[in-house]
C-alpha cells in the first residue's frame, strides 16, 4: 500500500506535494503558534514566529527532496529559502493581523479572538506567498 501512495504522489503535480507537505508543516506551525499564545502566554509575533520557523524546517526538507525533488545545493537553496520563508512571513501576518481587527471591528462579535482569527488567515496568505517563491524562486 505505502508503495502505492509513494507511485502515486510521484505523478502528481507539485501544487498537490506541496500541499500535503503544508498540511504537516501547518499542523505542526500552528500547534506551537497556539500553545504559545494560549498555553505559554507567549505574544503573538514570539508565537507565530516560533511556530513558523518549526513548520519551515519541516517544509525545507521535504519540499526540495519530496515536492520539488530538487538538486539545487544548500549553500544556494538555503539562503533564498529563507528569504522567501521572511518576506511571505511578515508580509503575511502582517496584513492578515491588520485585516483580522478590522474585520473583528466590523462584525461586532468574536467566535474566535482577533490574533486567533489573524494566525488562520495569516496561515492562508503565508501558504500561497511560500508556494510561489519557492517553486519559482528557490527549487526551480
Do not use: D, H
Amino acid at each position: 500500500m505505502a508503495e502505492m501512495l509513494e507511485a502515486y504522489l510521484k505523478r502528481t503535480n507539485s501544487i498537490v506535494r506541496f500541499l500535503l507537505v503544508g498540511i504537516l508543516n501547518t499542523l505542526t506551525g500552528l500547534s506551537i503558534m497556539f500553545f504559545l499564545l494560549n498555553g505559554a502566554g507567549a505574544s503573538y509575533w514570539i508565537s507565530t514566529f516560533t511556530g513558523n520557523t518549526a513548520g519551515a524546517t519541516v517544509s525545507y526538507f521535504l519540499n526540495r527532496n519530496f515536492t520539488f525533488q530538487s538538486e539545487v545545493n544548500m549553500q544556494r537553496g538555503l539562503p533564498r529559502f529563507i528569504a522567501v520563508i521572511i518576506i511571505s512571513y511578515f508580509s503575511s501576518y502582517s496584513l492578515s493581523r491588520e485585516l483580522a481587527f478590522w474585520a473583528s471591528g466590523i462584525v461586532g462579535f468574536e467566535i474566535i479572538s482577533a490574533e486567533e482569527l489573524a494566525m488562520l488567515l495569516g496561515t492562508c496568505l503565508y501558504t500561497a506567498a511560500n508556494y510561489l517563491g519557492q517553486k519559482y524562486f528557490v527549487f526551480r
